[in-house]
């Protein structure tokens, strides 16, 4: 009877040992730093519902506070486009930004923000969460040492400012244009003189005739910056982003010496940060034009249907060149494509015939 007691304590006493790193790391608290592209006080980018900083209240509530994170705004612990360097090197933990802004590291990460004429922020979901885009996105920071998921996405973006109005292709030749991304790329080959400016730099460029066309986000946004001062003509159809991911970077030492919970935790936090983020972007967007065409007498208006036409050959034969170059990008852009066709199929069968009935009156 004594030796059974004597077995079963010890036995009990060496479970206990086995678990007691488990239950410490459970109970361990981690305290990261988040650096950011975008400038203090900047709305979805910075603040606001689903914003990163919101994401850092929700991480530190969820976790009742054994992961907290020190939110920095581009220029307060780094410059702006540094934060790739900053992760990977382990100076912070996570960056919040666009994965295009890596264009120049990695090409294929341009996927992981928009595509041109490629998926709206339904599709561009379903392909992340359900059609394998964030391992495909882990596969490509991986051996850099960084996992990326999805934080917030802006919905589908305007195709921007222009000063005069467009009738034609041919008027893209010789205009000076801010546009990023493959985007970029694309008016490039129709003659236009594409500029990089920051976000504060738009709209004295746009005033003093420095640029003739400006793409930024949305009506929200750009009535912000006061774009509609310096330009009168505001063109839609999003061609050029149909959706904008913002990118949740991780350096992956981090990332793996958190225990499962808390990651789970950083997960659904990003998840639901992607959902209100872009809800809030719809929400104030709607406001935000009925304002800039009643109060500011802004012509909003599609591009043309030829110019949209020319466009899309266009957009094709610069995203084949790109994956022509490098393996990488080759992978990711056949398996985005595919998604997109069998997801396009769906959308024309369902959402295609239902939203004139929805929202046209």
């Known amino acids: 009877m004594e030796r059974r007691k004597f077995l079963t304590g010890a036995a009990f006493a060496a479970s206990a040992t086995l678990a007691a790193p488990t239950v410490a790391r459970a109970q361990q608290s981690f305290s990261w730093k988040m650096t950011n592209a975008y400038g203090p006080g900047s709305p979805f980018y910075v603040e606001g519902p689903g914003s990163p900083t919101d994401f850092c ?50 090409p294929a990460a341009q996927y992981f923000t928009t595509v041109p004429f490629g998926m709206d922020v339904k599709g561009t979901n379903a392909w992340l969460y359900n059609g394998g885009g964030i391992e495909l996105w882990h596969e490509l920071y991986e051996p850099l040492g960084m996992i990326a998921f999805p934080m917030g996405n802006t919905g589908v973006q305007m195709t921007g400012w222009f000063r005069k109005e467009i009738k034609s292709v041919e008027d893209f030749n010789g205009l000076k244009m801010r546009i990023p991304g493959l985007a970029g790329k694309v008016y490039a080959k129709l003659g236009v003189n594409v500029q990089l400016l920051p976000g504060g730099e738009i709209f004295p460029a746009l005033e003093r005739g420095v640029i003739d066309a400006a793409e930024f986000v949305g009506p929200f946004q750009d009535r ?11 063109y839609t159809t999003g061609w050029h982003e149909p959706n904008n991911v913002t990118e949740l970077l991780i350096n992956k030492a981090a990332w793996d010496s958190l225990p499962a919970d808390l990651q789970e935790i950083v997960k659904i936090a990003a998840m639901a940060c992607n959902v209100e983020s872009n809800s809030w972007c719809d929400a104030t967007n709607a406001e935000a034009m009925t ?62 015939p239902l939203l004139p009935l929805l929202y046209k009156s």
Do not use: C
């Open 291 to 352: 304002d800039l065409v009643d109060n500011f007498g802004v012509v909003a208006q599609p591009l043309p249907d030829e110019v949209v036409e020319a466009l899309r050959p266009i957009t094709a034969e610069t995203l084949e060149e790109g994956a022509a170059a490098d393996p990488t990008t080759r992978k990711v852009h056949d398996a985005y494509m595919a998604f997109k066709k069998q997801y396009g199929d769906w959308a024309d069968d369902s959402a295609e």
């Open 57 to 106: 209240k929700k991480v530190a509530a969820l976790s009742d506070g054994r992961l907290t994170i020190q939110h920095f705004a581009a220029g307060e612990l780094i410059p702006a486009l540094e934060g790739f360097d900053a992760v990977q090197n382990g100076i912070v933990e996570m960056n919040a930004a666009n994965a295009y802004f890596w264009a120049g590291k990695i």
């Open 224 to 234: 912000r910056l006061g774009l509609q001062k310096a330009a009168k003509y505001y």
